[in-house]
């Protein structure tokens, strides 16, 4: 494994770790509370935040630089508020979420060449290369830590 290749498994771990850690022990209620219900506000809830990093990852690593077809249903990550309660998954079942994601990210990482890295695709209307495609994840992921973070500081404010 290339040194480039085993500092990106790193970060991605130290950010899924930060995950899983925050979410810990949480209450259904507390995964799906979200800091506004305004229609305009693009706020989400903790759930909604994993789900969607775990369906990101999972597309720009595992598919674009892993070439896995992982049959991304991005909408669905957002659709929490439609399922009823008894459907949303417990802590520790989006904390699995997590673990299985970065395996196949592992796995798609560390067998990565410094070649392959370099490689030029298209998306969103631009050339970009596979190395673009791991720090974009990084970058995004590390982003919706920080939304996560902040949803749960408010609603241990507002509720405890």
Do not use: C
């Not at 995964?31 to 369906?55: C, D, R, Y």
């Amino acid at each position: 494994m290339n040194l480039e290749a085993e500092a990106y498994i790193e970060r991605f771990e130290y950010l899924r770790n930060e995950f899983k850690e925050a979410i810990h022990q949480r209450s259904p209620d507390e995964l799906i509370w979200k800091p506004t219900q305004h229609p305009q506000a693009e706020t989400n809830s903790a759930h909604v935040l994993i789900t969607h990093v775990a369906g990101s990852e999972a597309y720009h690593i595992h598919e674009l630089v892993g070439k896995i077809n992982v049959n991304r249903d991005r909408a669905s990550e957002f659709a929490v508020s439609e399922r009823p309660m008894e459907s949303i998954p417990s802590f520790s079942q989006l904390q699995q979420t997590l673990i299985k994601v970065g395996k196949t990210t592992h796995q798609v990482l560390s067998r990565i060449t410094q070649e392959e890295l370099n490689e030029s695709f298209e998306y969103g209307g631009r050339l970009v290369t596979r190395r673009w495609a791991v720090l974009h994840t990084l970058e995004h992921v590390g982003q919706h830590l920080g939304h996560l973070t902040l949803t749960l500081q408010l609603y241990k404010e507002i509720y405890i």
